[in-house]
């Protein structure tokens, strides 16, 4: 372990309360998973990032201003992206399902012992992949920016992002600086690839048929500007999973959760509560 996350884990564990953000990776079925913490509440919440995302680039907000004398909030990198190099990240068929078991079982190797998740765009699949399968584990549930299959309008917005020098600098830059530009550039054209597989699948399932099992408190968010993922997505889920609560917001695109922050912040904290 690199001095600087081995500082930071002792630190994690040696520090009565958690206020500043530490980072530190683990072991987790056969790979090094990255991970920061931050906060001292008895209610554990995972934040799941988005495609080539990590804690850092897609949860500043979050690990910054969540209340952390209710909540103890981990963002993870799940593997192949962020600082849970190597391995490269791959994409096959059950790479969703592979995330979902690599983030309940990060948790349970920090020994919470039952979580509520927070998860965005290829997050919110994971979470919801991850409630199902997992339902005895899964306290509470918020997710925005997902999607439970594929259509042939998705599968042209895709397309239209795997050339990622056609992205706005303002997005491209966070994730050039952790990536370096060749890995970036390549594993943005993969996961082009891999989420496009689920296409071809009857009714374009990525995890439609689980959406009846999750049995969570669970609140869509969405964004009506998203660009990335229509409406209908969330209506979808919504109407499937039983009980759920649907949040539009009017301004909200697909990061509504960095652009309305301290909304987004409240509405999450109003909800695990």
Known sequence: MPRNLLYSHLSSHLSPFRTSVTSAKVAVNGVQL??????????????????LGSGETDFGPQLKNLNKK??????????????????????????????????VDLMKAL????????????????????AAKYPSYIHKMVIW??????????????????????????????????????????????????????????DGNICRHLLPQVQCPTLVVHGEKDPLVPQFHADFIHEHVKGSWLHLMPEGKHNLHLRFANEFNKLAEDFLQ
Not at 38 to 44: K, L, P, S, W, Y
Not at 157 to 165: A, F
Request: proline share 5%; aromatic share 14%; with cysteine.
């Open 34 to 51: 990255h991970y920061q913490q931050t906060g001292e509440g008895d209610h554990a919440i995972l934040l799941l990032p988005g495609m």
């Open 70 to 103: 209710l909540f103890t909030v981990v963002a993870w990198d799940p593997r192949g992206y962020g600082h849970s190099r190597p391995p490269d990240r791959d994409f096959p068929a059950d790479f969703f399902e592979r995330d979902a078991k690599d983030a």
């Open 111 to 130: 020994k919470f012992q039952k979580v509520s998740l927070l998860g965005w765009s290829d997050g919110g699949i994971t979470a919801l992949i991850a």
């Open 145 to 202: 920016g997902a999607n439970a299959y594929v259509t042939d309008k998705d599968s042209m917005i895709y397309e239209g992002i795997r050339d990622v020098s056609k992205w706005s600098e303002r997005t491209r830059k966070p994730l050039e600086a952790l990536y370096g530009c060749d890995y970036f550039a390549r594993t943005c054209e993969k996961w082009v690839d891999g989420i496009r597989q689920f296409q071809h699948l009857p």
